[in-house]
């Protein structure tokens, strides 16, 4: 099976979708990978070590400055959803256009795409090329469940967690499905009715 994958972020982001990419490939799958390093670093030497096709897309000015500005902004806000919004628009919205182009080869060319939750611009393209979508989620914290809560909540108890998750979701649809939308409007694609950040989910 040819499979594809496609990850976005800093090395804690991108080097567990190597591992996984690795070891797809050495259960036998043909596979290739396309990553957008915020950091700007350089990861084709892993190609060969892996067995896997490894690229890059997405030029984003980094400099060590510029991210101890983003942190100080960062720490400023208790609101995750701020927080995330000020990420994106720093690091993902000025490459989301490449790294869309860079998806719909990847499902041109495979079977299936595997992406990060975070990761509108794929999760657009496999629905343009109508081709199975995998999310995968890094942080445990962003995966709804009653026995945890999302950051900064209090957990109170398994039966009223749910209430946490449900107002969450409600702070992430609003503050990210307008951009998202007029992404996919940009694109051809229909807007979402929801989308949820935890797991990369859109409906």
């Known amino acids: 099976m040819k499979i594809g994958l496609q990850t976005w972020g800093s090395d804690g982001d991108i080097r567990p979708f190597l591992a996984l990419a690795g070891g797809l490939s050495k259960a036998g799958h043909d596979v290739s990978i396309v990553i957008t390093s915020v950091e700007q670093r350089d990861y084709t030497h892993f190609g060969k070590e892996l067995g896997i096709t490894v690229s890059h897309v997405g030029k984003l000015e980094y400099s060590e400055s510029r991210l101890a500005e983003l942190i100080l902004k960062l720490s400023r806000t208790r609101i995750p959803a701020k927080q995330i919004q000020m990420v994106f628009e720093e ?42 979508y995998i999310s995968v989620s890094l942080y445990h914290k962003g995966v709804e469940s009653r026995y945890i809560t ?4 209090p957990n109170i108890g398994n039966w009223a967690n749910p209430l946490w998750w449900k107002l969450a979701n409600l702070v992430i649809d609003k503050t990210f499905r307008l951009p998202i939308n ?3 409007g940009k694109h051809g694609l229909p807007n979402l009715v929801r989308w949820e950040c935890r797991a990369g989910e859109t409906t």
Request: proline share 8%.
């Open 91 to 132: 690091y993902l919205f000025p490459v989301a256009d490449e790294m869309y182009t860079a998806a719909l080869e990847l499902c041109t060319t495979h079977d299936a795409l595997i992406g990060h939750s975070i990761h509108y611009p794929a999760q657009a393209a496999a629905q343009k090329k109508d081709k199975p």
């Open 150 to 153: 999302p950051d900064m909540s």
């Open 182 to 184: 007029q992404f996919r």
